[in-house]
């Protein structure tokens, strides 16, 4: 409250000072008694004002605390385990088994075979053979033939042929006689850049599935776009104005004529002629003649012949042999091994700890502002106003 009066008295200077040429009229020293003006004037006092401010100091204060410290001592103990020690023992068994002995004797095998041994001979066939020899004779053949003979004709034939005609016609053509006029065209606005906005709730369509789904309402990224603008461009406006225009054109037109044509006929007509011929006969002659051949005959020999082969034979023996067997056994024995061991103990121990604590106090802050204050003088004016 302290710090809203000076604001508070320099508002109410400036609704004052807005009055100071306010004056009162006066009366006219030759009339009645001499005229004054009142006028008010602005004028500052000092004042002297005492605030306080917060400050903060930190404080620490002694509080004891008891903590738990970890103490390590060693021990020492005991590990009892057992362990298996093998004690070995050896002992004789019998054993029988049987031996296969190989006994070799001597036996004459029968390799006796057959020899076939070829035996060439020469000897002389006779063959008959029969050839056919061509004889040649010569004979004469009565041939017709039909000969076409042409026979020439003068025919009157008529004939048609095609004459182009000029023809001369009026086309209507259409001629654009327009002309370029303002026209008023809107460029839309261009994007923004995405702002954040408050859309509220619709249903999409889900392009995945296809169904209708509730989107809830909040705030998106949504992109803006800048206002049209209105663009004058020359346009062409076309006026289409109808001409007639002369066009000449060859028609085509079909004259007849006779004109005389040449035409060859031919005529069938028979002649007969003598033509030699010959004919060739095939006659059969029988030739004899000796061949040489030569035949092979085969004779078969029997040579004797006597292989000696030696035969094994096994003949079975048992047998006995000492065999040595070791037999492990496994005996248990306990041992004791000595061991150290560290441990921990919680000991309590009591300390003075230095705690922090903030303590905010208020301090004496003196300062000095102005205080408008408006005071009305009179003062004497030099003429009257009647």
């Keep these: ?48 004002v005492t605030c306080y401010r917060h400050e903060c100091e930190t404080v620490y204060d002694q509080v004891d605390v008891t903590r738990q410290v970890p103490v390590w001592e060693t021990e020492a103990r005991e590990r009892r385990f057992t362990v298996l020690k093998p004690v070995h023992e050896t002992s004789v068994r019998e054993e029988r088994y049987c031996v296969q002995r190989p006994v ?23 063959e008959r053979y029969v050839t056919m020899r061509p004889v040649w004779e010569t004979a004469t053949r009565e041939e017709r033939y039909v000969v076409q003979r042409p026979v020439v004709e003068t025919v009157q ?3 048609v042929r095609t ?10 053509q259409l001629v654009d006689q327009g002309c370029y006029a303002d026209q008023v065209s809107v460029i839309p606005g261009t994007p923004t850049f995405p702002s954040l906005r408050w859309l ?18 909040g705030l998106a990224w949504v992109s803006g776009q800048t206002p049209a603008t209105q663009v004058v461009q020359k346009v062409w406006r076309p006026n289409v104005v109808a001409q007639q225009i002369p066009m000449t054109q060859y028609v085509p037109q079909q004259i007849a004529e006779n004109v005389p044509v040449q035409v060859c006929k031919y005529v069938a007509e028979e002649q007969v002629r003598q033509v030699p011929v010959q004919v060739c006969k095939m006659v059969q002659e029988e030739h004899c003649q000796k061949v040489p051949y030569t035949t092979c005959r085969q004779v078969v020999e029997h040579v004797a012949r ?7 034979h096994y003949v079975s023996e048992e047998r006995v042999r000492q065999v040595p067997v070791t037999v492990c056994k496994m005996v248990a024995e306990e041992h004791v091994e000595p061991y150290q061991v560290r441990v921990c103990h919680m000991a309590c121990q009591k300390e003075t700890v230095q705690v922090p604590r903030v303590v905010t106090h208020e301090v004496p802050v003196t300062y000095n502002y102005r205080v408008p204050k408006t005071v009305v003088v009179r003062e004497p004016m030099t003429s009257c106003d009647g």
């Design 104 to 126: 070799y004797e001597t036996v004459m095998r029968d390799a006796s075979y057959d020899q076939v041994r070829n035996i060439t001979e020469t000897q002389e066939r006779e």
């Design 200 to 217: 509220p709730a619709t249903q999409t369509i889900d392009p995945a599935t296809g169904l209708v789904q509730y989107q809830r309402g």
């Design 163 to 172: 004459v182009m005609q000029p023809v001369t016609t009026c086309r209507t």
């Design 157 to 159: 034939q008529q004939q």
């Design 1 to 48: 409250m302290r710090s809203f009066f000076p604001f508070a008295a320099g508002f109410c200077a400036l609704v004052v000072g807005s009055f100071t040429s306010l004056s009162v009229p006066a009366q006219c020293d030759t009339c009645c008694s001499p005229c004054y003006r009142l006028t008010c004037k602005t004028v500052y006092e000092e004042r002297q």
């Design 306 to 312: 006597q292989v000696p082969e030696q035969v094994c």
